[in-house]
């Protein structure tokens, strides 16, 4: 299937793990050049010896924290270097906090909202006058189930991820008429089978993690609650299957979706 990739120049943040990880190498079996974006110097090198190995065209690693106002313009200076913007997938995020708000500390609530939307906010808004001028181009916004129905445990984190959906929602009405689409790839819990998709930055590293790390100071009852069944069975989705939508979400044979929070939760929310 020709998704109209190659040679494309796609920006993606959180690129060194999990769900980041992933797109980025399906990115590169599609012949895209390729800026990936992360904290994880040693995961980033690990990422760009792969993506070529998979078939990128180019692939320039960024070091950067995504919570730093100035970091989306060394993006872009790095991604422009490789040809114009035709896709940028904003898929980094995570949460400082956990625990149900009425116990939750307001210090913590900024950085939820600032990795999971303001970080959207930001590098959208730093490729937006090149897509507009060029009246082309893709946004990917990585949002989650719980942006829909909420996540025991994580309401500052789910609130950032329910504006996420929002902002896509939105930005697809102004923007059809300039020719850039925005849509949103909403995924429940995710891992991947691979133990280098963990880099240090990762939530689920399991030695620097904090999802790892919170969780295991939970009560069994506590998890309980934030367990959905999804009907595959399955409690999590791999991150390859949650890739392969973002990767057609950019591609010319979504051409004629925008505005869309596209599910992958196993049925979880049915």
Not at 39 to 63: K, P
Not at 166 to 171: A, E, H, N, W
Not at 238 to 259: F, H, N, P, Q, W
Request: hydrophobic share 50%; charged share 20%.
């Amino acid at each position: 299937m020709d998704t109209g990739l190659a040679s494309k120049t796609v920006i993606i943040t959180g690129a060194t793990a999990n769900i980041g990880r992933a797109i980025a190498l399906d990115f590169a079996a599609e012949g895209a050049k390729i800026v990936a974006v992360g904290r994880d110097l040693e995961a980033g090198a690990r990422l760009i010896t792969l993506a070529m190995e998979r078939g990128a065209e180019a692939v320039e690693f960024v070091a950067a924290d995504m919570t730093d106002p100035e970091a989306p313009a060394r993006i872009l200076t790095a991604a422009e270097a490789l040809g114009p913007v035709a896709v940028l997938v904003n898929n980094v995020g995570g949460n400082v906090g956990m625990g149900v708000f009425a116990d939750s500390d307001p210090a913590t609530w900024a950085g939820d909202i600032d990795i999971n939307l303001g970080t959207v906010l930001r590098m959208t808004h730093a490729v937006l006058p090149g897509m507009i001028e060029r009246k082309a181009g893709a946004i990917v916004n990585m949002g989650s189930t719980a942006g829909i129905v909420g996540d025991y445990m994580l309401p500052v984190y789910s609130a950032a991820k329910a504006a996420v959906h929002g902002f896509t929602t939105i930005l697809a009405k102004e923007l059809g008429q300039h020719g850039i689409r925005v849509n949103c790839v909403a995924p429940y819990g995710t891992m991947s089978a691979d133990p280098d998709a963990y880099s240090k930055g990762s939530r689920f590293n399991r030695e620097t993690g904090f999802m790892m790390t919170a969780f295991a100071d939970v009560p069994a009852s506590e998890k309980a609650k934030r367990a959905r069944n999804p009907i595959l069975g399955r409690p999590v989705a791999m991150a390859e299957e949650v890739s392969s939508a973002v990767i057609y979400l950019a591609s010319a044979r979504a051409s004629y979706m925008t505005g869309q929070i596209v599910q992958v939760d196993g049925g979880s929310l049915l």
